[in-house]
């Protein structure tokens, strides 16, 4: 191969014609998409200077393509990579020439970061299934980065997947270099061979150009990416590696808190210490075992504050690193559509450690609080077999939770709020087709021992299973996705009744002829389905269609997310991509989206439209838009058990405009509006972000949420009045809510960085209005729903209020609120060894609930901050044991 460097005197198109030169003599020689690994013949020193007696035996392999901003163009520096190997590591050296080497963009960052720089990459397809690698990047300042991809037409990468290996970095007058080892044990791979064939790739991004390319041609038209690598050849892997990993941690935490008078659980100032072990092994060179004994998460952020008078379980994400390393293989959306109508995800893993289910007495004069459940320990197996088999299987079991009280009468006593519980998914999925297609099976499982408790609500076990197919044809273009599930849940008749009532599915309903709740049932049976066919690659055009079904009694929630069941739904949808570059903008896109759903008796509950265009112009600033219609359609969920409220047709816009992220300061400012005809609904959101990089040490963000809303169908509640009618009652809510969210990261070293954030959240609501429904289904709003008059309403002292007069009143709780929430933390993270690391965390927590009559954020706001402040400083060590 053609190897070469640029000096800076160079004018820039001999620059390009070089390029070019390469890039066609990388066809004419060695044959696109080829690299021979060599054995190493010395020992290498891993500094970044790529040194002659080291890799001067190596091939090189040149002609990088850009995948953007000019898709298919020769790239506008020269690259090249070349490739080595002895028994324990491959050692990969990439030289990045470039003419300016001035405006290197090397910022100083915590690993794994994402943001604004220049990178080398090497990704490694080491099962050589078309379909999964393992990303390894360095920056100019040595900032490492590395994850695991999966998928292919829809990539994903989960950067929790964190190995060990070094790498070094170089800069001169040419550019500079990067060189990396990365061990044999760190990688899935086959032994049977004793020549190895893998995937791999090489990569390279300016910054300054937004440009990224890589040395095998991928594109955005062509679809796919991990099948579309090179092939390293010429490795002789070793055919045993002992892989042990075994990371034991301590920690240990100092709380101070507000005082709580009189409270005998309440401590002001605690201290708590625990320890723990992490571990990973290989059982096979393709197969790992990882685990996870007594752990603790204390370095991990907060969720983010939310008002969510739904009713409906809202899902946080996943940020506990057992969890989120490797946590894509066990994912399985069971929506048709989910962009639209969100996913149903069967295995959520924030179910493992959950929030406690049950309470003290309600008539206990003090209680301890607990908010979660301990896991007292995780186990996880992952990898793929020679013959194509991908294993995925996780068990997890958390201990029994007690709270303590004192009684009505002043007794000392302790109640189980959350049983013991073991959790468990399996995936076994197989390639067929050549890496074409899978087919695989799922399954998650949950049992509950609820032997002497009074946690009769539970579910005391659940089986969630099915089968699942992805295959694409007509030349890798168009993909089919299919998904078929069965669910079992298992209790007490309480407990199945719960179910059968719960807002999931809501058998109570009395207009819907095809559910009844069945009190004695002691199970509950259902099915959930998904197919959809899309067109995925090839030119400027995209589309799909996709249908599901989800029947009554189909339940994965014990270790899912599901928001709804009793649905049919069918959509398609049509886009335009193209991202060649034009006059004056670099990419444009638009997308139409058209969706129906029903439930399985064919009441309608959603249809409606999207049009969505974005467009990047030449200085890369963005501009994306949205139009939306949401035709008038039924609520079942609205009244949570009465019946089924038809509701209005909405209409919907929003804009986002976002500033060139390549500078210094960059924007992004975003507007949502919503209007919902007839009943005078509507939303109002304000999204200004800002971005800031005031060194190659620092970056910040500040996003801001300013909302406004009206929302006339509010749930207030169900009551039977003394004259023997069910009442169902709406409220007209106005809400607003104000919310900042802060980041600042500072790296002192690529392994010493410090983290700050910080969100404020105030939100307060009041209903302005209360209504009777009177005719859920009428053709007008103002039919549906009477009002009542102010001489009807009266709110009284303990948050309820008073509907109507005689023997038609009725008592429900208000739903109006005033809430204020203050969390933020500091986190110093010192990696002062490969996956060795200490971590220092401060935390606090500010809550204030306050007076729904007063409307005005600001004074909640100043509230909050006059509240005293719960305080937590963690310090966290984990030393790395590995061979």
Known sequence: MLDFIIEPSVPRPIVHLACAIAFLHSLATDGLGQVVARRA???????????????????????????????????????????????????????????????????????????????????????????????????????????????????????????????????????????????????????????????????????????????????????????????????????????????????????????????????????????????????????????????????????????????????????????????????????????????????????????????????????????????????????????????????????????????????????????????????????????????????????????????????????????????????????????????????????????????????????????????????????????????????????GIAGGLKTPGFEPNDLGLMARADVVHGGAWLGLESFALATRTRARALWLNTWYQTTTAGERTLRGARLWGRVQLRNFHALASEVGLDGSALGVHVLRGGPALMLPTRLSHSVRYTSDTRRPISLSVGHFYLRALQADGFVHTLTPDVTLRPSARAEGTLGTMLSRNRLPWQFVGLARAADGVQRSVVGDLHQRQAALTARVNYAFTPNLSLQLYAQPFVAAGRIAGFDEVVDPRAARWSARVRRYEAADVQRLADGRVRLGSGTAAVTMQDPSFARAQLRGNAVLRWEYRPSSTLFVVWSQMRDHTGDPSVQSLDVHGADLWARTATNLLTVKWTHYLGS
């Open 41 to 543: 013949e010395a020992a290498i020193v891993v500094d970044g200077r790529l040194g002659r007696d080291e890799w001067g035996s190596a091939s090189v392999v040149t002609g990088f393509v850009q995948a953007s901003p000019e898709p298919g163009r020769p790239a506008s520096q020269a690259s090249s990579a070349q490739v080595l190997f002895d028994d324990l590591a491959i050692y990969v050296a990439l030289r990045l020439t470039d003419l300016a080497p001035d405006s290197i963009v090397a910022p100083l960052a915590r690993r794994d970061f994402t943001g604004y720089s220049d990178w080398a990459h090497v990704i490694i397809d080491s099962y050589q299934d078309r379909r999964t690698a393992f990303r390894f990047a360095l920056n100019p300042a040595g900032v490492k980065r590395d994850g695991y991809i999966s998928g292919d037409s829809e990539a994903t990468e989960d950067l929790g997947w964190d190995a060990v290996w070094d790498g070094a970095v170089s800069r001169d007058a040419t550019g500079w270099t990067a060189e990396f080892r990365i061990p044999l044990s760190q990688l899935r791979f086959d032994t049977s061979r004793d020549v190895a064939e893998w995937g791999i790739q090489f990569g390279r991004d300016i910054a300054r150009r937004a440009e990224r390319s890589h040395w095998t041609l991928i594109t955005p038209a062509q679809g796919g990416y991990v099948s579309r690598f090179g092939t390293l050849r010429g490795l002789r892997p070793p055919a045993r590696l002992r892989r042990l990993e075994l990371m034991p941690f301590t920690l240990g935490t100092v709380t101070h808190a507000p005082v709580e008078v009189g409270n005998p659980f309440f401590r002001q100032d605690r201290v708590a210490r625990s320890a723990g072990l992490d571990l990973r092994a290989g059982l096979t060179s393709d197969l790992t075992v990882s685990a996870t004994l007594l752990p603790d998460f204390g370095q991990v952020e907060a969720d983010p504050a939310l008002v969510n008078l739904s009713g409906v379980e809202v899902g946080f994400a996943e940020r506990r690193p057992f969890f989120v390393e490797g946590g894509d293989l066990f994912q399985q959306n069971i929506a048709a559509q989910d962009w639209v109508v969100g996913r149903d995800q069967l295995f959520y893993s924030r179910r493992i450690g959950r929030s406690v289910q049950g309470s003290p007495p309600a008539d206990a004069q003090f209680a301890e609080r607990v908010d979660a459940t301990r896991l007292l320990g995780a186990l996880k197996l992952s990898g793929k077999t020679r013959d194509g088999w991908s294993i995925g299987a996780l068990s997890a079991t958390t201990e029994e939770t007690r709270a303590r009280f004192v009684d009505a009468a002043g007794l000392p006593g302790s109640t189980v709020v959350e049983p013991m519980t073991h959790y468990g998914v399996l995936r076994v999925a197989r390639d067929i087709d050549g890496g074409e297609g899978t087919v695989g099976l799922f399954a998650t499982s949950t049992h509950r021992r609820l032997a002497d408790t009074p946690l009769t609500s539970l579910r005391s076990g659940a089986l969630v299973g099915g089968v699942t197919l992805r295959q694409r044809f007509a030349s890798a273009r168009w993909q089919v996705e299919a998904a078929l599930v069965g669910s079992e849940v298992r209790g007490s008749a309480v407990a199945i009744a719960a179910t059968q009532r719960s807002i999931t599915r809501l058998y109570q309903r009395a207009d819907a002829a095809h559910l009844r709740v069945d009190s004695s049932s002691t199970a509950l049976r259902g099915i959930g389905s998904s197919v959809t066919v899309a067109k995925v690659a090839g030119g400027v055009l995209r589309g």
